[in-house]
């Protein structure tokens, strides 16, 4: 089986405690993982793959990933569903 990814920041969907991003009248969304979409929406307000990269390597720096780690977790943003454009 392949492993789903959230589309919003690439966390595998598997790890997701809540099993996904909520719709607003509370269906499950499986496209997106439950810190990145909730009650229909993306409570963050980043509007660039950019800016989700930067938060991203905070959190993971924070959690003590090295620096090519964190590049290699987080190279791969601009490609997800919701930075296409």
């Known amino acids: 089986m392949e492993e789903t ?15 996904g991003g909520t719709e607003a009248d509370g ?3 499986r496209k997106y993982c439950s810190h990145c979409y909730q009650r229909g929406r993306f409570p963050d307000g980043y509007t660039s793959a950019r800016e989700m990269q ?9 959690q003590g990933f090295g ?3 964190r590049w290699f977790l987080t190279r791969h943003i601009p490609t997800l569903e919701r930075w296409r454009s």
């Open 54 to 62: 930067r938060f991203l390597r905070k959190k993971l720096k924070e």
């Open 27 to 29: 269906r499950r969304n």
């Open 67 to 69: 620096p090519l780690k």
């Open 5 to 19: 990814y959230c589309q919003s920041c690439g966390m595998p969907l598997s790890a997701d405690p809540r099993g």
